[in-house]
């Protein structure tokens, strides 16, 4: 499925590297979403934009900067972070914000901080 | 915002049919109740979505009681490959409400 693209899949940084995740998705939506999954750690929500804009922070700190500069792409920029945010990032994108809405989600970026 | 509450784990063997039961004693009339699948390393995909009675589709049935307070989530003659972990959402339309996947149930079948 290529609905949802996310790049790149695999990242190693250092905790003093500045980087950014990209999701970009093909299905016409307007809502999109950031999540995070560590080790053996249920899902944990980031970040939501609907129609570009953001409706959602899930209390995340400021070293994760989302960035959404249309309905398509959405990214998470990221700086200074430390070895336990290694996980999982995921992204997904819905028709609308609604919760009842089908989410459909990208493959994810798998995160290593050194 | 309506809490799930699933076993953590599940095994089953091949052509066996799976049921996990989801419990959500706080469901909102509102509310609907989602299922997805999700393989390691892979973003979770969507399965099956009901609000009462039963829903199939050419993945798997949902059954919810007329209480609403559970809902089951059937898996016929399981394969190798249905080895995932298993997650209940329910919610709403509710502005602000954030959407939470819990533990999930992780499901292994064997041959």
């Known amino acids: 499925e290529t609905g949802v693209t996310q790049t790149p899949r695999h990242l190693v940084m250092g905790m003093t590297n500045k980087k950014s995740l990209k999701c970009e998705q093909h299905?016409?939506?307007?809502?999109m979403y950031w999540y995070k999954q560590s080790a053996k750690k249920p899902l944990e929500l980031m970040f939501v934009?609907?129609?570009?804009?953001?409706?959602e922070n899930n209390s995340v700190p400021s070293r994760f900067s989302p960035e959404c500069p249309n309905s398509s792409h959405l990214f998470l920029h990221l700086h200074t972070l430390q070895p336990e945010d290694s996980a999982l990032y995921l992204c997904?994108?819905?028709?609308?914000?609604?919760?009842?809405?089908?989410?459909?989600f990208g493959p994810g970026t798998r995160l290593t901080v050194l | 915002l309506a809490k799930t509450t699933q076993p953590i784990s599940m095994d089953s063997y091949e052509g066996q049919e799976v049921n996990i039961t989801c419990s959500h004693n706080?469901?909102?009339?509102?509310?609907?109740i989602t299922w997805y699948q999700q393989f390691p390393s892979q973003g979770p995909r969507f399965i099956i979505q009901?609000?009462?009675t039963k829903v199939t589709n050419e993945v798997a049935s949902l059954f919810i009681p007329a209480d609403r307070k559970s809902s089951t989530l059937s898996l016929p003659r399981v394969s190798l490959s249905d080895t995932a972990v298993y997650y209940c959402?329910?919610?709403?339309f509710g502005a602000g409400n954030m959407l939470t996947f819990g533990g999930g149930t992780r499901l292994m079948v064997k041959p």
């Open positions: 706080n469901i909102a009339t509102n509310d609907y």
């Open positions: 934009y609907n129609f570009k804009e953001q409706t």
């Open positions: 997904a994108s819905s028709q609308v914000r609604w919760s009842t809405d089908t989410q459909y």
């Open positions: 959402l329910v919610g709403d």
């Open positions: 009901g609000y009462k």
């Open positions: 299905l016409g939506h307007n809502a």
